[in-house]
């Protein structure tokens, strides 16, 4: 029986690629205006996002340093100078990003329609980024706690141990628990590895479902699918 529900945060309740798409547009206008490949910028910048995140979640340097790594890539990749400051500069795009962060408008109604379900956020974000991110589109104090590998003892998904630490965080078994997230992998075949049900959230209809799975295309549709 389900009795608690997780949340993946970015993609799901939380629209993060259309954020960091105006906000990356945004910081190359601003510091190299008229720049010939500033179309390309958006899409240049997601696929250099989880490659970085990776090496910060291995422990192979600082969510600092990753930042600084990643930002030096974006501008070698559009043949601009490197900021004198990288750390100055993230904080540019960063505050940016900040500005743009909006629930998706499924999110809300969805999560009030479940009321009485035990809510966690489970992300594979920087901690402190995330519980921002939280209160900024309004579900402080709503969704429960927001768990990340930084307080799951360094295990990030697709790890078992994210799903099953994130589970005894609410006081339940992964087998009682239903992630709903928008990756295949961290938020619907990882989890099953764990015991934990899973709903794919398909919000663009870009990929194949995986088989076996509930699949949704928006988060309206969560409700009658859990009850």
């Not at 970085?52 to 930002?71: I, K, N």
């Not at 890539?73 to 043949?79: D, G, M, N, P, T």
């Not at 962060?101 to 594979?124: E, I, Q, R, S």
């Not at 006081?171 to 709903?199: C, I, K, Q, W, Y």
Request: charged residues 20%.
């Amino acid at each position: 029986m389900i009795k608690g529900i997780l949340f993946d945060l970015d993609g799901t309740l939380l629209d993060h690629r259309g954020a960091a798409d105006s906000a990356i547009t945004a910081w190359l206008s601003a510091h190299h205006p008229g720049h010939p490949r500033l179309d390309r910028a958006a899409s240049l910048w997601a696929e250099l996002e989880d490659p970085y995140l990776a090496m910060w979640r291995a422990g192979e340097c600082t969510v600092d340093e990753q930042r600084r790594r990643r930002l030096r890539a974006f501008c070698r990749e559009l043949a601009v100078s490197e900021p004198a400051d990288l750390d100055a500069a993230y904080t540019d795009f960063a505050e940016r990003y900040r500005q743009s962060w909006v629930p998706f408008p499924d999110a809300a109604g969805a999560v009030a329609a479940l009321a009485g379900f035990a809510f966690g956020v489970l992300t594979n974000g920087a901690q402190r980024m995330q519980e921002a991110k939280v209160r900024a589109i309004g579900f402080a104090g709503v969704l429960g706690p927001v768990l990340t590998g930084e307080v799951l003892g360094g295990h990030f998904k697709p790890s078992p141990a994210a799903y099953t630490g994130a589970a005894a965080a609410l006081g339940l078994t992964p087998e009682e628990v239903l992630l709903v997230g928008d990756d295949v992998l961290n938020d619907v075949t990882g989890p099953a590895a764990a015991g934990m049900p899973s709903v794919w959230l398909d919000r663009f209809g870009i990929e194949a479902a995986p088989a076996g799975f509930p699949r949704i295309t928006s988060l309206a549709d969560l409700p009658a699918l859990v009850r």
